[in-house]
Every structure is written in structure tokens, then in C-alpha cells.
């Protein structure tokens, strides 16, 4: 990207940084110092000066700044940063790149002066100014600042980069008082953090984002940040949130890297950089140079992009002297980062609801049903979208619920692994419906933290005897304690009655997760360094356990607090609800994708034959379908395993329906007679072709029996219309399973009862008409008709026009499509078919459904 002519100009404040490292020995002549490992120092500019070294890379002698000062190490005005640097190798770059091993603190001016520093060049006609202000001086200093926000009428665009979101500086009241419009913002979530912004790292994008524009909007501190006009904040090298306000409304993006969370690379690195949100801020910069406040989206992308190659750079690879690599702010600006993009409900984020709002659902609106198809044949990684994953081991999440949870725990256990003298066990909770796999979850959580070798063992509760029993298990977790390995136990079950006591067994945990220690007759053992794991058996969700009921002087309140219920608690560090694969509550529209998730990781582990090489999981559709659309399995996690073990799939390379278990076996773990339909849905789909094509034809007929000609051959009788029309009919029949997808609904063969029924919004409406006329269009082309007036028999009809064009008609030829499109559901139940929303597992109604539909259809031909 060729930077264009007009100059920037680069202020504030100025920094050198001193990089101590240390080289091989020289070749020894006998002198001492050459055979010893050799001591180096280099300088390189920092701050200011390093923003105005990357800008130089694409603008050159457009950017007007400081002369870094020559004497920068005796320098006394010269504010410097020291830092050790150490080579880590990297294999995909080659060598070894110089990383930061330990930052060495700062120095400046002892006798109070100022070092703020004034430009080299400047020019008061400038289209950027780019301002650096660090917090050492520059910002208070008016003199220092350059004569484009002083003086004269150019009124240029302005980003200014800073760690103070009091925005509280000389500067900051300037810029907000006479530039605000064209004021950029740029500041990390950490610096937030650091001044009392209360927004989560880590845990989900959704809890991030909404985090922050609740601070922006309620938190004091943080009012004249959240009244700037438009502000970036950094999380990390994954993400970033810009948001735009004006006088009525926000318009807040998120830009973040669906795969990751918010610290993920650094944690993942070994060592450490410096000047990757300068770099950022330089590619922002340099795309709003070109393109102005238009392109800031695109800056942000190239700014995370910017950033992430000088994490993955550093110092580069020279053994003799580290730099700052060059070329890499215009290897930046070549492209943008492979980051996602989501509009943020600003409003929703900051009310009640920001608690269930979800990326995933918010991408894929109602098609999470097609999601969850693709991601069992492909899987997450191939299916993105932007759909936020979190990965721990075998264990993968899509809900965000679940990820928040998961990686609250792993946060917690990473923490304490890397604690060599914790007084007591680390104590957590796992609940979730049998079968849910709580067990697997959290100890693929713990196995990925990498730090410490972990031995898991499980204890189940409700099959112990009495406290003595207990003391064995405890004395069994010591044991692995003693061999040096942390230990990952497992308490299952933990909620469970003790000699028809309710919860009778909380109170015989509460001294070794207190003390760390356990009774065992009259000796008290120490249990050492552990992870306690309690997985309820009784209580689905930890909700469902810490509060008993809404009313406080309820039996089962009196009955938790007599069981030392909120002792416990007291003693929980955290908690996860393992949701499993069937829906936890009306509108669980994230199950889908858990179940998804489940059903490929168990083929992959025990059916790997069905894999190809790319990934690719060869599955029948039917069976699929019925995998991923019961409402429910008898057992959860352990249903769909047993379903895939009682199938012949020994040696198999795809699973085709006559692998699936008989009727009577399928019983133990679902509705047969409902998964077998849903297997056979095709197959019963083309046996009623006809009939649904004839419910087509008999709607039109009535439909237009009053406006038209009665001799109309369009208008006859199923069984004495021309084949032609009767064909145009089942296929206009076939296209129903592809229109439905398109809104993320689907149907079924009903095995008992009525078929339910469901409306259509008018938006659904709207884009299923459309896509019928486009089929409509299509068929009639490819069938010889031309655009004319309306005559059957001479093949011509005035209706082959995009869909535009055909709003502007007469006689309403829209409403013929739009009711032919919204009353699907009566043609498909005449048949024997119901139409329900396909993003729930067996269609549960979504909060948005709607009453019947009563209007008839239009029929296929015009």
C-alpha cells in the first residue's frame, strides 16, 4: 500500500529503549574477556520515536517528527526503558528470535525537568497527526504539541494512542473539546483495568464486549472515554472493539479471532515484546491516512495484524544485534488480519439481556441446524464463521455459557498449578444432567493447562459406606500427592443422601477442603497439593444446588443450611455447568451445536474409519438428521455413545442407515419410532411427492378460481391438468426442504397425533417468496417461456422480471409468491409432515414462534 503525498505529522512522548543481551564468546586469544560470553547493550526508539520508525516504513520523508537524539544514553531529559533480552528458537521462522526475558524498569530525568521534547519538523497543514502520549510529560506541555491542534483550520484527523482512560491530561481536554469529531482513540483493556474497569479477561467475547460497554456507559471514571467519537480498544493480539457514538446512537464492532481468547498468544509464547500496540497504532494510522475515518474497520484488522507479526518477529533472528524487523508494517497494509466481524447490539450489551446474548446465534440467526450439520461432517475448525471455539484436549465448545465456565476453571487450575505451596485443595463443582459428560470436561480442562502431571481419580460417593470410607479416599489422593503428581479427584455423586440424611456427606468434606487435611481415627493426615472435583449427581446445575428454593424459611432451605450447605459453598473456588447434549431450558438454541460437538467426537474416537484423510466424516444423512434432531436421549452423553456401539460400524468407512441398531434395541436410549422417521424423511418425503404437489396445485385452483377464466388449464382439475404444470408443481414440491434451511426450519414425518403448526415471520415470508420467484423464473425460462403477455399456450407470461421489478407490477403478483411460501406448513401437514424450527434439537419452540398460519398458498403456475 503506497502511503499518499500528504504529510503526518508524529508527536509525544519520546523514549529509548536499551536492550541488554549476551552473544557466544569470542575466538580466545587468552585474554579473559574473549572467552566469556560477551555483554551487549543496543538502542532502539521507543514510544513516539518507534511510531514514527514504522510510519516511515510506508510514508518516508511524509512523516514530520522528532531527530532521535544522538546522545540518547547521556542524555538526561531522555526518558529510557531497559529490558534483557534472551533467543528463543522458533522452527517455522528458522534460528533463534531475540525475546524480552525480564523488563529492567525505566529512567528519566532526576532533576525534575521536563521531557517533553519539541519537533524536529512540523507543519500546521497536515491531514494525520499521530500522537503517542505515554503519561511522561508530553500530554501536559502544550508548547511540545504540534501546531495542526494549536493553530490554523485544517481540523486533520487525529489518533491519539494513550493508557489514560480518565482522559484527564491537558491533551485529552483539548482534543475532546475542539477535535472531537475527528478524534480516534486507541487504548489496551488492560489499561481499563488498571484504572478500575471491571471487564473480564478471557472468559468469552460476548462476556468481554458486553463488559466493556456497560463501563463505558456507567462507570464515572471512564465517562469522558465513553463520550469520545470514536474509540479502539485492544484485547490482546485477538480482538479488538470499536465503538462510534454520536448525538443518538452507538455503533459498536467487535474484530476478534474466533479460535482464541484475549491473551492467548502472549501465554503461549515464551518470553516476551515490547511496542506491539505502537505497531498497531502505525498500521492504524497509515490505513486511515489513505482512507480516512471510512477505513477505520480496515485499520483495526491491519492494526491486529500488524501486531501479531511483530509478536511472532520480535527482535529478529540477527545473532549479533537485535532490531525491530523491517518491512513489517508494509507486509501489514498488504492485507487485512483473518479476523471476525460482528456488529454489537450496544444497547442489549448494556441492559439485562447481555447475559444470553451469543455470537454464534447472532451469525448464523436460525440456521444453527445447518451449522450443526457441517461441523459433524467437517468439524469446528473447518466450520468456523466466526463462531467462537474453545478448545481444551478432546474437549470443544461452541456454547458460551459452557466456554465461560470452562475457562474460568482453567484459569483457576492453570493458577494453581503453577503454586508450589498451596495450604489446601483447589475445590470446584460440576454439574450437569446425567450423562452430560462432567467427568470428561473438567479433566480435559485440567490435563491442558500442560504445567503439572495430573492423576485422576474418582470416587462415587453414593456407593460409600460410612466416613471411614471416605478417609481411605482421601488417604488414596495423598498417595499421589507422595509420588509427585497433583492430584485430579473426583467426587461424584457428592450431593447424595448419608443414612437417609439429605446431603448428608457435605459436612465430612469441609475440614480437607478448609484445612487441607483429613481424620483418619485418631490421626490427622495432611492431604498436600490437590484439585478436589465435587460432580453433582442429584442437581442438575449449580444453581439448582446453592439455592434450594426462593423462599427463605422453606424445609428445603432449613434442610441445606442443617446439612452445612453454605459452609461449602463458602469453600468452592468455582464452578461449571456441563450442559450436555439436550436442551436445558425452553429455547436452548446453543444445544444443537453441543450435540454436534458430541456426536463427531465420538465417531472420531471410536469409529475413526469413518474419517477421511481431509477431516471428513461420512455419515448418511438420515442418520445424521436423526442424531442431531431428537428431543431427547434417555441418557445423554451415554445414549449417543451406546447408539454408535450397538451399530455395526467394525471396519465400516461411512455410517449408512442399515448400520443403525433394530427398533427394538434403539428403545433403551430413544424414541425408536421418532429417530427411525427421521432416518426414513427423505424416503417418505418421495412417497408423498405427489400428494404435496397435488395440495400445491388444489391451493392455486382455489385461490384463483374467482379472478380467472374457469376454462384456464392452469385452473383444471389435478387429475386433468396438463403433465407439464403438474410437474412444475412437484418441483416446486422439492424446493421446500431447500427453503425452510434458508430460514433454519425443517420438517418431519409425524408418527402420532396432529401435525403442529408454525408461523413465519414477515421477514421469513418476505425472503421465501423471493426465493420462490427465483425458482419459479428458472424453471420457466429453461421450459421455453418468454416475457409477454399472459398466454399458457403460446408459453409467454408478463412475470419474468427479478423480483424488484416485480413489486412494481399490477394485480400484486408479490402476494401470489408470498402466499404461496407462508402457508407451507398446512401443505406439508395435509401429507403427514410438520414444519418446525430446526436450530432445537426436535424442534422445541423457540421464544419468537408464533400462532397458526390460516392464508392459503399460491400454486406454480401463472
Not at 67 to 88: G, I, K, M, T, Y
Not at 337 to 347: F, N, W
Not at 546 to 559: D, L, M, R
Not at 713 to 721: A, D, Q, R, T, Y
Request: glycine share 8%; with cysteine.
Amino acid at each position: 500500500m503506497a502511503i499518499k503525498p500528504n504529510r503526518i505529522v508524529v508527536a509525544g512522548d519520546v523514549r529509548v529503549d536499551e536492550l541488554s543481551y549476551e552473544t557466544p564468546p569470542l575466538a580466545s586469544n587468552g585474554l579473559r574477556w574473549q572467552g566469556s560470553p560477551q555483554a551487549r547493550t543496543v538502542t532502539v526508539p521507543g514510544d513516539a520515536l518507534l511510531l514514527a520508525h514504522f510510519l516511515r516504513e510506508v510514508a518516508h520523508d511524509a512523516v514530520l517528527t522528532y531527530d532521535a537524539p544522538s546522545d540518547a544514553p547521556a542524555n538526561a531529559r531522555v526518558v529510557r526503558a531497559r529490558a534483557e533480552l534472551e533467543p528463543v528458537s522458533a522452527k517455522k521462522r528458522g534460528g533463534a528470535s531475540w525475546r524480552i526475558r525480564r523488563f529492567g524498569g525505566f529512567s528519566g530525568p532526576t532533576d525534575g525537568s521536563n521531557s517533553a521534547f519539541e519537533l524536529s519538523t512540523d507543519d500546521a497543514d497536515v491531514d494525520l497527526v499521530v500522537l503517542d502520549d505515554a503519561g511522561d510529560g508530553f500530554a501536559e506541555t502544550p508548547d511540545a504539541w504540534p501546531a495542526a491542534i494549536r493553530t490554523g483550520d485544517r481540523r486533520p484527523l487525529i489518533v491519539l494512542k494513550t493508557s489514560d482512560p480518565r482522559q484527564q491530561s491537558a491533551l485529552s481536554q483539548a482534543l475532546l473539546a475542539q477535535h472531537a469529531d475527528r478524534l480516534v482513540v486507541l487504548m489496551r483493556a488492560d489499561d481499563l483495568r488498571a484504572h478500575g474497569a471491571n471487564t473480564s479477561r478471557g472468559l468469552s467475547w460476548e462476556r468481554t464486549v458486553s463488559d466493556l460497554l456497560r463501563q463505558l456507559d456507567a462507570n464515572p471514571a471512564l465517562s469522558k472515554l465513553g463520550a469520545c467519537g470514536c474509540l479502539v480498544v485492544t484485547f490482546g493480539l485477538e480482538g479488538a472493539a470499536l465503538v462510534r457514538r454520536s448525538a443518538n446512537e452507538t455503533d459498536a464492532r467487535l474484530f476478534y479471532d474466533p479460535l482464541r481468547a484475549e491473551g492467548d498468544y502472549e501465554a503461549q509464547a515464551q518470553g516476551m515484546m515490547m511496542g506491539l500496540q505502537t505497531c498497531f497504532a502505525a498500521a492504524l494510522s497509515a490505513t486511515l491516512h489513505e482512507g480516512g475515518l471510512e477505513a477505520l474497520g480496515a485499520g483495526v484488522r491491519r492494526g491486529l495484524r500488524a501486531a501479531r507479526l511483530l509478536h511472532a518477529a520480535c527482535f529478529g533472528t540477527d545473532p549479533e544485534t537485535p532490531s525491530y524487523p523491517k518491512g513489517l508494517l508494509a507486509e501489514s497494509l498488504r492485507a487485512d488480519a483473518t479476523m471476525s466481524e460482528i456488529a454489537l447490539p450496544a444497547a442489549e450489551l448494556s441492559s439485562e439481556h447481555r447475559e444470553s446474548w451469543s455470537i454464534s446465534q447472532t451469525l448464523s440467526g436460525a440456521r444453527l441446524g445447518v451449522l450443526a450439520s457441517e461441523l459433524v461432517v467437517r468439524g469446528p475448525d473447518a466450520m468456523v464463521r466466526g463462531t467462537p471455539i474453545a478448545k481444551f484436549g478432546l474437549l470443544t465448545s461452541l456454547d458460551r455459557a459452557e466456554i465461560e465456565g470452562y475457562r474460568s476453571v482453567s484459569q483457576l487450575i492453570g493458577e494453581y498449578a503453577g503454586r508450589t505451596n498451596a495450604p489446601r485443595p483447589l475445590c470446584l463443582a460440576a454439574f450437569g444432567p446425567p450423562g452430560s459428560g462432567k467427568s470428561f470436561a473438567v479433566t480435559q480442562i485440567a490435563h491442558s493447562q500442560g504445567r503439572t502431571p495430573i492423576a485422576k481419580l474418582v470416587f462415587n460417593v453414593a456407593e460409600l459406606t460410612s466416613p471411614a470410607d471416605l478417609a481411605q479416599a482421601f488417604h488414596r489422593v495423598r498417595d499421589v500427592v507422595l509420588n509427585g503428581k497433583l492430584p485430579l479427584a473426583f467426587f461424584d455423586e457428592f450431593d447424595a443422601d448419608l443414612d437417609g440424611r439429605p446431603l448428608g456427606w457435605l459436612k465430612h468434606f469441609l475440614a480437607p477442603m478448609q484445612d487441607g487435611e483429613f481424620r483418619d481415627g485418631d490421626a490427622v493426615h495432611p492431604i498436600g497439593r490437590a484439585i478436589f472435583v465435587f460432580a453433582g449427581g442429584t442437581r442438575n446445575s449449580f444453581e439448582e444446588f446453592s439455592t434450594p428454593s426462593s423462599e427463605a424459611g422453606s424445609p428445603e432451605v432449613a434442610a441445606f443450611r442443617a446439612a452445612k450447605g453454605p459452609d461449602f459453598l463458602s469453600r468452592l473456588r468455582g464452578y461449571v455447568n456441563v450442559r450436555g447434549p439436550d436442551p436445558v431450558y425452553p429455547g436452548d438454541r446453543a444445544a444443537i451445536l453441543r450435540r454436534a460437538l458430541v456426536l463427531r467426537s465420538l465417531l472420531q474416537r471410536k469409529v475413526p474409519s469413518l474419517m477421511t484423510r481431509e477431516g471428513i466424516l461420512a455419515i448418511d444423512p438420515g442418520v445424521l438428521r436423526a442424531f442431531l434432531r431428537m428431543p431427547r436421549y434417555a441418557h445423554g452423553v451415554r445414549s449417543m455413545e451406546a447408539l454408535i456401539e450397538m451399530s455395526q460400524l467394525s471396519g465400516r468407512r461411512a455410517y449408512e442407515q442399515a448400520a443403525l441398531p433394530p427398533r427394538d434395541q434403539l428403545r433403551l436410549h430413544v424414541d425408536a419410532d421418532a429417530f427411525l422417521a427421521l432416518v426414513d424423511r427423505d424416503v417418505l418425503f418421495g412417497e408423498s411427492r405427489e400428494a404435496i404437489a397435488e395440495a400445491i396445485h388444489e391451493e392455486y385452483r382455489q385461490e384463483h378460481v374467482r379472478d380467472r377464466d374457469r376454462d384456464d388449464p392452469s385452473l383444471k382439475p389435478w387429475g386433468e391438468v396438463d403433465e407439464a404444470l403438474r410437474e412444475s408443481n412437484r418441483r416446486q414440491a422439492d424446493d421446500i426442504a431447500r427453503k425452510l434451511l434458508r430460514i433454519g426450519c425443517d420438517f418431519r414425518p409425524v408418527t402420532s397425533g396432529t401435525p403442529a403448526m408454525i408461523d413465519f415471520t414477515p421477514e421469513e415470508i418476505e425472503l421465501l417468496a423471493e426465493l420462490e420467484h427465483g425458482r419459479w423464473v428458472e424453471e420457466r425460462k429453461a421450459a421455453g417461456w418468454a416475457q409477454g403477455p399472459r398466454n399458457p399456450e403460446a408459453r409467454a407470461t408478463p412475470y419474468l422480471v427479478p423480483w424488484e421489478t416485480l413489486r412494481q407490477m399490477e394485480g400484486g403478483p408479490q402476494e401470489w409468491d408470498r402466499q404461496a411460501v407462508q402457508n407451507i406448513p398446512k401443505i406439508m401437514a395435509s401429507a403427514g409432515f410438520e414444519v418446525y424450527r430446526a436450530d432445537l434439537p426436535g424442534g422445541e419452540p423457540s421464544n419468537d414462534d408464533h400462532a397458526l398460519v390460516t392464508t392459503r398458498p399460491r400454486g406454480d403456475t401463472r
